[in-house]
């Protein structure tokens, strides 16, 4: 059975892109019965970009909500924090130590971001390696990737493949991609539905909202008037229509739109009927979890104390065959009780409509 691993940053308020994009596609993989599925909220990952130390424990819990909002079933996968199982850093200052400085000043992403300061931070550079320690700890195979990504799991894969051949082991398995191809845009439909570009629609935004918010996306500019036919291949709300709605309702809006038969209006509003067909099953379920965030914390714990049975078995190969002790350097095997090594999470207050993504 094949190992899943992903995860997502806490950046607060995941939206209808980071859903229909991967969210979604976990909960299949998940559903499909083929795979073992490990969830992270990858925290640590969050201090590449500007944030708020105050708001980061209620953003961590919001994220892990939504994933179980969405679908994963923390009966069927683990779900974790990643500053909660400490293995994950130790493993990437090993991996640093096998891993090339030109790949990573290779990767697209650093030199895009690395470009728009003056002063760059060492964990942008580092981002890759510590995403290698992440899926590799698991000894995850498969790993759901948009295209952004596919150059750190390459990197992932080329890092395991070093620390194999440098310590003439077989520890880890190279993890193969499971490509992320829908590619929902913003509702300027220029850039990627991003947070930090405020193109988003959140997960849990109200009906009303939602329906602000598509009323007033961009669409194909062509269609200045009704009568104008449009292309709907170009068009960011007939690719949200392919994600969600009914095959004979895309075709509907395909040809409406290409013979001018119906208006974008028109069309938007039977987006709208199919968006709250997938989404208001996860509000209510994020509506009753936001009330139980002792709820959320216990699977948060229990799914940290099985990620650290995992992550310490890996461990000890990995201190044996660099030559440490293996047995004394880090938490021995065996039975761990769930939740025995978890502190309690800080805040126990419910999760405020506003954290929630309402506005
Ligand atoms: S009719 Fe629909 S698909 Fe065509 S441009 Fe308008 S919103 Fe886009």
Redesign the pocket.
């Known amino acids: 059975m094949a190992t899943i691993f992903s995860g997502m940053q806490p950046t607060g308020g995941l939206h209808l892109g980071n859903y229909l994009g991967a969210l979604r596609q976990w909960v299949k993989l998940l559903n499909s019965g083929e795979h073992k599925g490990i969830f992270c909220v990858v925290d640590a990952h969050a201090l590449t970009i500007d944030y708020e130390p105050k708001e980061l424990l209620a953003r961590t819990r919001e994220t892990a909500m939504v994933y179980m909002a969405a679908g994963i079933d923390p009966e069927r996968a683990l779900i974790f924090v990643q500053s909660d199982v400490k293995e994950h850093f130790e493993l990437q200052w090993y991996l640093s130590c096998v891993a090339h400085v030109g790949e990573l000043t290779r990767m697209t992403q650093f030199k895009e971001k690395s470009e728009q300061h003056e002063s760059v931070k060492a964990g942008l550079l580092t981002y890759p390696i510590l995403m290698a320690a992440d899926i590799l700890l698991y000894k995850a195979t498969l790993v759901p990737v948009g295209a952004d990504q596919v150059q750190h799991l390459e990197f992932a894969r080329d890092t395991a493949r070093h620390f194999n051949h440098r310590y003439r082991a077989d520890v880890f398995p190279e993890p193969k991609p499971h490509p992320l191809t829908l590619r929902i845009k913003g509702l300027d439909g220029q850039a990627k539905m991003s947070k930090s570009r405020g193109n988003t629609i959140s997960l849990l935004d109200p009906p009303k909202t939602v329906k602000k918010k598509i009323g007033g996306a961009f ?2 500019p062509a ?1 200045v008037t009704r009568d104008i036919p ?1 292309t ?1 291949e170009i ?1 960011n ?2 690719t949200m229509h392919t994600a969600v709605s009914p095959p004979d309702k895309v075709t509907y ?1 395909a040809e ?2 290409r013979t001018a038969g ?3 209006g028109d ?2 509003a039977i987006l709208l009927e199919s968006l709250e067909v997938e989404l208001v099953p996860i509000r209510q379920k994020a509506e009753v979890l936001a009330r139980e965030p002792a709820r959320i914390d216990a699977v948060l714990q229990d799914g940290a104390a099985e990620a650290r049975k995992i992550a310490s078995a890996t461990m000890r190969e990995v201190r044996e065959v660099m030559g440490f002790n293996a047995d004394t350097m880090g938490a021995p095997p065996g039975p761990v009780q769930a939740g025995s090594q978890a502190s309690p999470r800080p805040g126990s207050a419910p999760i405020p409509p506003d954290a929630r993504g309402a506005s």
């Open positions: 669409t194909d269609r449009g709907p068009c709300i007939y809006v409406g739109c119906i208006g974008c069309c938007k």
